[in-house]
């Protein structure tokens, strides 16, 4: 299994999806990392939630001993950044919120994404686009061969992530799309995570899965016990 507390910070937490378990991967990272010092979890986009201490939101799941969590952005209706902001007849500020990402903090620094990476965040701007747009500058990689097989850029400079993902049905389209994106932005991946809770696959199912994504992409690929 992947060694949660030797992942670099600062560190995105990303999903291939709505629903995949983003939040519980970055609750074992920050409880990893609390054991060595502090740490600043970051949530820039929640929906769903109309205050901070709502049951539902991501950051009061994540907070404990040593782990300082916040939220930005609250939007009641659980639909993308874009559609719930419109809803309440509000525009984003991206600008200010990647500022409010970019603070210095004491400890490591981890940022949790929302929805999959092209969830819309405002009129013509996803998620990928946005984060990417600040986190370094960097010139595009070249994310396949001919053989289909995904290369790992040279790195960018940008910040790394881990990307998280259902174990069983599905998962090797939607995570195989998302590595590619990422990579295409310069993203460094760390680990693919299959999640193998969160949609009841079978263990034999999510290490097949595992081994074929592994076939196809240059990062670890683990599954979540």
């Known amino acids: ?114 929805g999959g990476i092209m969830v819309p965040l405002a009129p013509r701007v996803h998620f990928l686009a946005w984060a990417s747009s600040w986190t370094a500058p960097a010139s595009l990689a070249v994310p396949g061969s001919p053989s289909g097989v995904c290369v790992r850029p040279v790195d960018q400079g940008r910040i790394p992530c881990v990307l998280v993902a259902q174990a069983g049905l599905g998962t090797l389209n939607h995570t195989l799309l998302s590595a590619e994106a990422l990579m295409l932005r310069g993203w460094r991946i760390e680990a693919v995570l299959l999640n193998l809770g969160v949609d009841g696959t079978a263990a034999a199912t999510a290490e097949a899965n595992a081994e074929l994504l592994r076939e196809f992409l240059p990062v670890p690929v683990h599954i979540l016990d």
């Open 1 to 114: 299994m992947l060694n949660l507390a030797a992942l670099p910070s600062p560190l995105w937490v990303l999903g291939t999806g709505t629903g995949v378990g983003k939040t519980h991967v970055a609750g074992r990272i920050a409880k990893a990392w609390a054991e060595s010092g502090p740490v600043a979890y970051r949530k820039p986009f929640q929906t769903g939630v109309d205050r901070p201490d709502h049951p539902e939101a991501d950051a009061s799941a994540v907070a404990g001993p040593g782990i300082s969590a916040e939220s930005h952005i609250l939007l009641r209706e659980p639909l993308s950044p874009l559609a719930a902001a419109r809803r309440e007849g509000l525009a984003l500020d991206l600008e200010a919120t990647a500022a409010w990402c970019r603070r210095p903090a004491e400890g490591r620094i981890l940022l949790e994404g929302v």
